[in-house]
């Protein structure tokens, strides 16, 4: 059964950056689509960044990271990484990595993903 376990959060300076991966264990994502979303306390899970195979798409609610965060792959280590950069106060927020193995990954909606990892703190101060 597919894990996935994120890290690289952390404290950061607006403007910063910081580089999230998301490490998975029991399968490998070849046959997963896989997405980063985020949630701020009291609020609902927002898509940031799905992908399956060669599609990647933003989430429609993820407007304000389009030309800062983007999503990689390597595949030889099992692992998806977010890349956020000219990062933002707004951004605070707990930042988790989903997969599943039906989604088509072209609609990033928490949703559409049944696993998930637990989650990591990003925190941008002003």
């Known amino acids: 059964q597919l894990q996935l376990v994120e890290s690289g959060g952390g404290l950061v300076q607006s403007g910063g950056s910081l580089r999230l991966s998301c490490a998975a264990s029991g399968s490998t994502f070849d046959n997963y689509a896989i997405g980063w979303f985020r949630q701020v306390p009291g609020k609902s899970r927002d898509g940031l960044i799905c992908?399956?195979?060669?599609?990647?798409?933003?989430?429609d609610s993820a407007e304000s990271v389009k030309g800062r965060f983007t999503l990689s792959r390597d595949k030889a280590k099992n692992t998806v990484y977010l890349q956020m950069d000219s990062l933002k106060p707004e951004d605070t927020a707990i930042y988790y990595c989903?997969?599943?193995?039906?989604?088509?990954?072209?609609?990033?909606?928490?949703?559409?993903?049944?696993?998930w990892g637990q989650g990591t703190q990003v925190t941008v101060s002003s």
């Open positions: 989903a997969a599943d193995a039906f989604a088509a990954g072209h609609v990033c909606l928490p949703s559409q993903f049944d696993t």
């Open positions: 992908t399956r195979g060669e599609f990647t798409v933003y989430a």
